[in-house]
């Protein structure tokens, strides 16, 4: 049996999870910056990495407790290492190295796009996780910095098909959240709203999905791209003589049509891959996996002999479960990081997945 300790930083929630031998989940802590942030319309990394520093102890303790146990009975501490903001990142980090060398434990690396993936599958999924049957498996990760779609096989192996080429989908529903002023994040507001909207009531464009009577270039045949859409939001606010002017009615068809461009292209793509690689099982994960059309369509479209896994919403937005449940694969490898270890803003290259092989 091993203990591991998991702490997420990467952007503005701080949060701290014990998890044993991989699945069980003991606890999982999270204090949220939302109320922070909201003001400003969006995360700063500065500021977000102040809030980390006030809020990591209080939340690993948290945990430690909720878990009932102490911090001598952790066997591996497993952090974020990235992708993220990296002010955001140093903080967990540098927190994790300190309590691991004073614990006198390993600490873990974790790639947090990994981590969302394996999230999906926490609590009630860990056979499905190593069944070879569920193989090949195509993963959405969609939140407010990814928009992915990655391949993984029964051996481990993996690539990303396809990324955003500019705004990841999260990003589009903040952004046009702010442009109608309806308020940070933007996300859960455009989805509340759009449930008394008429979402076919305006044609927003679903860019690279080959619709506008222009061939798609088969480099970008998995590939996203949100930037045109804003556009088109912008647009259309000012034709119908800005966000002041608009009625009631009128805002919420614009809502609903604009979710259901972002959700429409997301699911279009997703098929896509799943019908060309022929995969088993489609995993939804990522912060806006939360969003109820998003659920409901990739579920509704899935070809009849594809299972589909969609992480359950305390899994979706970040947070240290999904962090110490994939770390313990890590840990369990041997594969730890030294105290010297960086962050990394970016995505790296995808080339295997640490559950698997």
Same mark, same amino acid.
Do not use: W
């Given at each position: 049996m091993?203990? =591991?300790l998991g702490i997420e930083s990467?952007? #503005?929630e701080t949060a701290a999870a014990v998890v044993r031998d991989g699945f069980e989940v003991l606890s999982s802590a999270v204090a949220s910056q939302i109320a922070v942030h909201a003001k400003l319309g969006g995360v700063v990394p500065e500021l977000a990495a102040r809030e980390h520093l006030k809020a990591l102890d209080p939340v690993v303790s948290e945990a430690l407790s909720s878990a009932g146990v102490t911090a001598n009975d952790i066997?591996? @501490?497993a952090v974020t290492?990235? %992708?993220? +903001? =990296?002010p955001a990142l140093l903080v967990g980090l540098s927190y994790a190295k300190g309590l691991s060398s004073n614990l006198k434990v390993p600490l873990v690396g974790v790639n947090h796009f990994m981590a969302h993936i394996y999230g999906a599958f926490l609590d009630t999924g860990m056979e499905?996780?190593? #069944? %070879?049957?569920?193989y090949p498996m195509l993963a959405l990760v969609v939140s407010g910095g990814h928009t992915s779609l990655v391949l993984v096989s029964s051996d481990g192996s993996a690539r990303q098909l396809g990324c955003t080429i500019d705004d990841a989908a999260g990003e589009a529903l903040d952004k046009g959240s702010k442009l109608l002023e309806l308020g940070y994040p933007g996300g859960p507001v455009i989805s509340r709203i759009s449930e008394n909207g008429n979402p076919q009531a305006f044609n927003f464009p679903r860019p690279l999905t080959g619709g506008a009577g222009k061939a798609l270039a088969p480099e970008h045949r998995y590939n996203f791209s949100f930037s045109g859409i804003k556009t088109a939001l912008l647009y259309h606010t000012r034709n119908h003589g800005g966000k002041e002017n608009f009625s009631d009615e009128l805002l919420n068809d614009t809502v609903a049509s604009y979710q259901m461009a972002v959700v429409d292209t997301l699911v279009r793509k997703t098929m896509l891959a799943a019908k060309d690689?022929? !995969? *088993?099982? =489609? !995993?939804?994960?990522?912060? !806006?996996?939360?969003?109820? +059309?998003?659920?409901?369509? =990739?579920?509704?479209?899935? /070809? *009849?002999? @594809? *299972?589909v896994r969609i992480a359950p919403p305390k899994y979706c937005t970040d947070n240290a479960a999904m962090v110490g449940g994939i770390g313990f694969h890590s840990f369990k490898k041997g594969e730890f990081i030294s105290h010297d270890a960086d962050s990394f803003a970016r995505l %790296?290259?995808? @080339? *295997? !997945? /640490?559950f698997l092989g």
């Amino acid at each position: 049996m091993s203990l =591991i300790l998991g702490i997420e930083s990467s952007c #503005d929630e701080t949060a701290a999870a014990v998890v044993r031998d991989g699945f069980e989940v003991l606890s999982s802590a999270v204090a949220s910056q939302i109320a922070v942030h909201a003001k400003l319309g969006g995360v700063v990394p500065e500021l977000a990495a102040r809030e980390h520093l006030k809020a990591l102890d209080p939340v690993v303790s948290e945990a430690l407790s909720s878990a009932g146990v102490t911090a001598n009975d952790i066997d591996c @501490v497993a952090v974020t290492q990235g %992708p993220g +903001l =990296i002010p955001a990142l140093l903080v967990g980090l540098s927190y994790a190295k300190g309590l691991s060398s004073n614990l006198k434990v390993p600490l873990v690396g974790v790639n947090h796009f990994m981590a969302h993936i394996y999230g999906a599958f926490l609590d009630t999924g860990m056979e499905e996780l190593t #069944d %070879p049957a569920g193989y090949p498996m195509l993963a959405l990760v969609v939140s407010g910095g990814h928009t992915s779609l990655v391949l993984v096989s029964s051996d481990g192996s993996a690539r990303q098909l396809g990324c955003t080429i500019d705004d990841a989908a999260g990003e589009a529903l903040d952004k046009g959240s702010k442009l109608l002023e309806l308020g940070y994040p933007g996300g859960p507001v455009i989805s509340r709203i759009s449930e008394n909207g008429n979402p076919q009531a305006f044609n927003f464009p679903r860019p690279l999905t080959g619709g506008a009577g222009k061939a798609l270039a088969p480099e970008h045949r998995y590939n996203f791209s949100f930037s045109g859409i804003k556009t088109a939001l912008l647009y259309h606010t000012r034709n119908h003589g800005g966000k002041e002017n608009f009625s009631d009615e009128l805002l919420n068809d614009t809502v609903a049509s604009y979710q259901m461009a972002v959700v429409d292209t997301l699911v279009r793509k997703t098929m896509l891959a799943a019908k060309d690689f022929n !995969v *088993k099982q =489609i !995993v939804l994960a990522g912060g !806006v996996a939360c969003n109820k +059309l998003l659920r409901s369509m =990739i579920s509704g479209r899935a /070809p *009849k002999n @594809v *299972k589909v896994r969609i992480a359950p919403p305390k899994y979706c937005t970040d947070n240290a479960a999904m962090v110490g449940g994939i770390g313990f694969h890590s840990f369990k490898k041997g594969e730890f990081i030294s105290h010297d270890a960086d962050s990394f803003a970016r995505l %790296p290259g995808i @080339v *295997k !997945v /640490p559950f698997l092989g």
